[in-house]
Nanobody, 115 residues
Framework: QVQLVESGGGLVQPGGSLRLSCAAS????????MYWYRQAPGKQRESVAG???????TYADSVKGRFTISRDNAKYIVYLQMNSLKPEDTAVYYC?????????WGQGTQVTVSS
């Protein structure tokens, strides 16, 4: 089983930036599609961004132009660079690994955007 550990969350003012990291425990990372999701209080978990093993990226409309997903296959880490943060970006952010029919989630990291 691949373990995922997210980090980088915190409190930031509107308009600020954060970079989230998700470290995977195994080399299978190189074959995996990786995703960032978020869940705000009282809301369903939603997809934020994804990156395939080949490096193709996708984004939710709500974050296009502000967030960037990237990966480092040598370090088994996927990043989410978040710029121009808004209060509505406040949520717990989770990363997810998908390889074939296998998938697993990290424990999440809290992002709070508030003045």
């Amino acid at each position: 089983q691949v373990q995922l550990v997210e980090s980088g969350g915190g409190l930031v003012q509107p308009g600020g930036s954060l970079r989230l990291s998700c470290a995977a425990s195994g080399s299978i990372f190189r074959l995996a599609d990786m995703y960032w999701y978020r869940q705000a209080p009282g809301k369903q978990r939603e997809s934020v961004a994804g990156i395939t093993s080949a490096g193709t990226t996708t984004y939710a409309d709500s974050v296009k132009g502000r967030f960037t997903i990237s990966r480092d296959n040598a370090k088994y880490i996927v990043y989410l660079q978040m710029n121009s943060l808004k209060p509505e970006d406040t949520a717990v952010y989770y990363c997810k690994i998908v390889v074939g029919r296998y998938n697993n989630w990290g424990q999440g990291t809290q992002v709070t955007v508030s003045s």
